[in-house]
Structure formats: structure tokens, C-alpha cells
């Protein structure tokens, strides 16, 4: 933040780190996704209108099938956003 005051937040709620200015998404404990919610949404699910959750699902696929693996089965066990928001 400009103003030096960070607010962690982790959630698996899109709906709330929606208000956050930077959003990571972690799989199996890597940062797979890290941008603006307005960036994540135009370079992971590529449209705009995407929501986070789309987002979260489309990394989560693009990082299970670049580790060789397929996003299908059972879900991952490391799942999370992490977002800044201003105090």
C-alpha cells in the first residue's frame, strides 16, 4: 500500500478477496497466479468478465497440467488467495 499498511488475507471465498488490490493463488504450496484481480482474469482465464472463481480453476489446471498431471480426480489439497487490501 501507499500509505505502508499491508492487510493479509487469505480466503478460498472469491467474493472476498475480490476487494483486494493483489491476489496470489497458491497449488501445492507455489504461487501459480500473482496480479490485480483485473489482471488475473484477463491473463489466466483471458476475458475480462471472468470471475476469480474461473481464474482459480483455470490456473489450477494450467499448473496441474504443466506438473505433468491432470486437473481431474480428487481436488488439490493446497488451495488459497492471498490479496493486500488498504487499511
Known amino acids: 500500500s501507499a500509505r505502508g499498511t499491508t492487510t493479509l ?5 472469491m467474493d ?3 476487494r483486494c488490490h493483489r491476489l496470489a493463488v497458491i ?5 501459480i497466479a500473482l ?3 483485473a489482471e488475473l482474469k484477463e ?7 471472468a470471475t476469480l472463481e ?22 488439490p ?3 488459497g488467495a492471498v490479496g493486500e487490501v488498504e487499511k
Open 9 to 13: 488475507v487469505t480466503s478460498h471465498y
Open 16 to 18: 472476498e478477496v475480490e
Open 27 to 31: 497449488y501445492s504450496g507455489k504461487i
Open 35 to 37: 496480479g490485480s484481480p
Open 43 to 49: 491473463r489466466v482465464a483471458g476475458r475480462a468478465e
Open 54 to 75: 474461473d481464474v482459480f480453476v483455470r490456473a489450477i489446471e494450467k499448473a496441474a497440467v504443466h506438473a505433468g498431471g491432470t486437473p481431474t480426480g480428487s481436488p
Open 77 to 79: 489439497r493446497v488451495l
